[in-house]
């Protein structure tokens, strides 16, 4: 083979995977996606389990609320799962989209309403919770896996140019903050007896619940930063 013949061949090859490369980055990035909405269901899954009955034996209502809120986050990731295996189809994508945003805010919104009732009636009663040395530690765990899962899974919305995974990844951070707000209550609590640092933090996660949910159910992406 002559060296303008080589030269031609080499150049249509690169042009080749120049052309092929956004679709094989497109499903990299659908295969990650997936693979990081698995963890996080399985994670969410468990701290729901465990968050839940810590929070009924203890009468903590940050935890219990911490603990729906984990399972809100398992609903949210089988809609991004949802929205990723629908990534070929615009339409049906979008469409998919949709619903599943307005879903998730319906449940945010009733998650919201529970915490302010029980949190106001628990101040009110003055009913003052058990120290839950398993909710500091679930809190804690949280607070580290859950950044760490919202930055992996922001790269992936971001390539796929996708409004609802990038709603998705920002309620990934929203438990994060709340992890963060169930470690001061529980702290506060167990260290220094504060009982009404548990309510008092159950009624910090309101204003942002309220506020992911009212955005999901108007159909738009979820807290901004």
């Given at each position: 083979m002559s060296d303008a013949q080589n030269q031609?061949?080499?150049?249509?090859?690169a042009e080749d995977i120049s052309i092929l490369s956004p679709g094989l980055d497109r499903t990299y990035s659908i295969q990650r996606g997936r693979m990081l909405q698995y963890?996080?269901?399985a994670w969410?899954?468990?701290?729901?389990?465990?968050?839940?009955?810590?929070?009924?034996l203890a009468g903590s209502i940050a935890l219990i609320g911490f603990g729906?809120?984990?399972a809100i986050e398992v609903t949210s990731s089988l809609a991004a799962l949802w929205r990723l295996g629908r990534d070929g189809d615009e339409e049906s994508r979008e469409r998919a989209?949709?619903?599943?945003?307005?879903?998730?805010g319906v449940c945010f919104l009733a998650l919201a309403c529970y915490i302010l009732y029980e949190s106001v009636q628990d101040l009110l009663e003055r009913i003052a919770p058990q120290h839950s040395i398993i909710g500091i530690v679930l809190a804690t765990l949280s607070l580290i896996v859950m950044p760490w899962l919202a930055h992996l899974k922001r790269k992936v919305a971001i390539s796929?140019?996708?409004g609802a995974l990038e709603a998705e990844t920002r309620q990934t951070e929203?438990?994060?903050?709340?992890?963060a707000i169930l470690l001061v209550g529980l702290g506060l609590n167990a260290w220094l007896d504060w009982w009404w640092a548990d309510p008092?933090?159950?009624l910090s996660m309101v204003p942002c619940i309220a506020w992911e949910g009212w955005e999901a159910v108007r159909g738009r992406t979820c807290c901004a930063h």
């Open positions: 031609l061949h080499m150049t249509n090859k963890l996080t269901i969410n899954s468990a701290e729901f389990i465990i968050a839940l009955v810590a929070g009924f729906f809120d984990s989209e949709q619903h599943a945003l307005r879903l998730i796929l140019e996708s929203i438990c994060a903050y709340l992890s008092v933090a159950g």
